[in-house]
């Protein structure tokens, strides 16, 4: 075994890796003060990043899931790959009817082609899912590492704060929030999202910064002279964001789940917005005479949600060493 190895636990936790550490910080801020960089390449711990990746590429789940949400992106970024219809184009003569040539999902009840449509919902999907988790990743973390590294009345605040937030039913808050916005677009949902959505990020963020500073190498660092910020961004960021991007991948799928039943209860996305939860509402109905105008969005938002949960399992058995 080469004398530069640092077993993963040691570069995450900090068992046995004080003086490793300790030396690659002073070699780093002697190398800023000289103008040269600190050690070869070669010389560089293996990391828990690249051990990840490693386990992930070699982990069926994580290989299907990454498939499917990279097609859903694809179709919701291009929808017209797969698709030439207009999902607005109506025909009343072919209302509820089923499977036709060229239209194989049949049609809805006005008329029109429930396979464009279902295309083209995982547009407002996927665009809410993804900024919806990157807003609340984002303002979560921000709050939450901070607090959880200064600690005092802002870790105080920042806890009272969030219990606020946690004590909002989601459908309720979501009914009488959306309620009042006159905007047809995606953002009033997205901005509802992240508002009750960063509290959780917030509490994973600071619990992991908590933890994260009290490590060997952190303390190492702090005695060589690094300044606060040094510590959050080299030493105790990259070994506290694991746990946040676990959370945020599982929180996507379920952000994709909300946005669709926000929409399916009248108050998420509105007509003429093309989305899952509008076409389940309205095939919801109907669902006796026509049952697949609801089978393909609604199968369409289960496999969704799905790969993302699987996707942030896989993630989290790669990021998480006690699960190794």
Known sequence: MPESY???????????????????EAETLEGGRNGRGGGRP?????????????????????????LIILFLIVIAIWPSLITDGN?????????????????????????????TRTVYGAR???????CA????????????????FFGGWWDALLSRLADIFFGIP???????????VTS???????????????????????GSVVTAKQNDYVQAARALGASNGRMLLRHIAPNAVAPVIVVATIALGTYISLEATLSYLGAGLK??????????????????????????????????????????????????????
């Open 6 to 24: 640092v077993p993963k636990e040691a570069v995450t936790h900090g068992d046995g890796a004080t003086t490793a550490l300790a030396m690659a």
């Open 42 to 66: 070669d010389d560089r711990p293996r990391s828990l990043w690249g051990d990840a990746w490693r386990d992930l590429r070699r982990n069926p789940v994580f290989l299907i899931s990454a």
């Open 170 to 180: 989601v459908l309720l808050g979501g009914l009488v929030f959306l309620s009042v």
């Open 184 to 206: 047809k677009t995606v953002w009033p949902v997205v901005g509802f999202i992240v508002l009750l959505g960063w509290p959780q990020i917030a509490r994973i963020a600071r």
């Open 124 to 130: 407002a999907s996927i665009t809410v899912g993804v």
């Open 87 to 115: 999902p607005y184009r109506a025909d009343l003569a072919k209302a509820q009817e089923g499977s036709a040539p060229g239209h194989p999902f049949g049609f809805d009840t006005q008329g029109r082609d429930v396979y």
């Open 271 to 324: 007509p003429p917005n093309v989305s899952w939860g509008i076409d389940i509402s309205t095939a919801s109905t109907y669902i006796r005479n026509a049952p697949h105008m609801l089978l393909y969005p609604a199968g369409a938002l289960s496999i969704t949600v799905l790969a993302f949960i699987m996707l942030g399992d896989a993630v989290r058995d790669a990021l998480d060493p006690k699960l190794r």
């Open 133 to 148: 988790t990157a807003g609340a990743a984002l303002l979560g973390s921000l709050l939450g590492g901070l607090a959880g």
